[in-house]
């Protein structure tokens, strides 16, 4: 076996030396070391030697296995290192050719618009806050106001999670947390997801809100109008708003803002449906029985709230008439915001 060792030993060696592609390399390693190589078959016969010879073959055995390793190895890199040398003296590189483009990303038209109504409001004094997306009804609609038989507290108005715990259909939720953790006075904002059961050009089952809530002393109505007509001059610039009565559960009284169509500017369109002018928010003085709610007392303090969708007004600011087109990642679309 000491021959065969030997024999196999030398005739892997110049094998080796004399290949020329890591094809071959590969070849011979599997001939020599494979599981069906020549030296596997080899230590075969190791079950027929004496107990005194079988650790003196075994460990001629691991000698030759990393003697043929070491050629192989050392063969593979010289051949690798030819290769790179010849690849290095035939290829030409072009310096006058034009480099590669990058792409550079940009924010989602959504993510600039909430990071931009932030910034107006921040700059007016007003704290940001945040709150789950996963509520529980008493936050979502006990705490709000909002009867048992309001039509909002259907199901298909609504996401249950179980009888008790929705996915939150406004952000208004985070102003009750934030209003039973603070005293007045104080001014705050809550941007961020909510969830509604619908989908068309202008729904879709996840949107975004950016809420605002104002508490003091002698918080009127005025101030409202004051805060909302600077957030609209900074949006708009110099448009024309108006507000209109409308009813929440929680506001009373309650308004609806509209702005001056930014398309036609007054005119009417197919954007306005020929009205001139366009609904940007609801809003309105904080009900009582929500103050109550929280453990303020109604008498010594009041404030506003207002409600703005982010989609909303981007659409208006970008000239979008499809909300589902931010949710379709289409690059054609979003390489138009960069």
Same mark, same amino acid.
């Given at each position: ?123 007016? +004094? ?85 809420? +605002? ?70 809003? +309105? ?54």
């Amino acid at each position: 076996m000491k021959d065969k060792l030997s024999l196999l030993k030398n005739e892997a060696r110049q094998e080796i030396l004399n290949s020329s592609t890591l094809q071959e390399i590969e070849d011979l390693r599997v001939k020599f070391l494979g599981k069906k190589g020549q030296l596997t078959e080899i230590s075969k016969g190791m079950k027929n030697l004496s107990a005194e010879e079988r650790p003196v073959i075994g460990q001629l055995l691991n000698e030759v296995r990393n003697d043929i390793t070491e050629i192989l190895e050392s063969k593979k890199i010289e051949i690798t290192k030819e290769l790179k040398a010849k690849q290095l003296k035939e290829e030409v590189i072009d310096i006058t050719l034009s480099g590669k483009k990058v792409s550079e990303g940009s924010l989602h038209p959504i993510t600039e618009t909430a990071d931009f109504l932030k910034t107006i409001f921040m700059d007016m +004094g007003f704290d940001v806050a945040d709150g789950p997306e996963v509520e529980y009804v008493k936050y979502n609609f006990d705490a709000l106001n909002i009867p048992d038989s309001h039509p909002s507290r259907d199901i298909t108005d609504t996401f249950y999670i179980s009888d008790d715990v929705v996915l939150r259909t406004q952000t208004s939720p985070v102003q009750i947390r934030y209003m039973l953790e603070h005293k007045p006075p104080f001014r705050m904002i809550c941007p961020g997801k909510v969830y509604r059961p619908d989908y068309d050009v202008s729904h879709t089952p996840m949107f975004h809100q950016m809420e +605002g809530l104002m508490i003091g002393e002698n918080v009127s109505f005025a101030n409202l109008k004051a805060i909302l007509t600077e957030m609209v001059t900074k949006i708009f610039g110099d448009t024309k708003v108006r507000f209109r009565p409308h009813f929440f559960p929680f506001t009373e009284p309650s308004a609806e803002m509209d702005v001056e169509c930014v398309i036609c500017k007054g005119k009417g369109c197919r954007v306005c449906k020929g009205s001139g002018w366009l609904e940007i928010m609801g809003c +309105g003085m904080v009900d009582p029985a929500v103050l109550e709610a929280v453990g303020y007392k109604a008498d010594e303090v009041s404030g506003f709230a207002f409600g703005v969708g982010i989609e909303r007004v981007t659409m208006l600011r970008h000239g979008i008439d499809d909300l589902r087109a931010f949710f379709e990642n289409d690059m054609r679309f979003l390489k138009q915001f960069k």
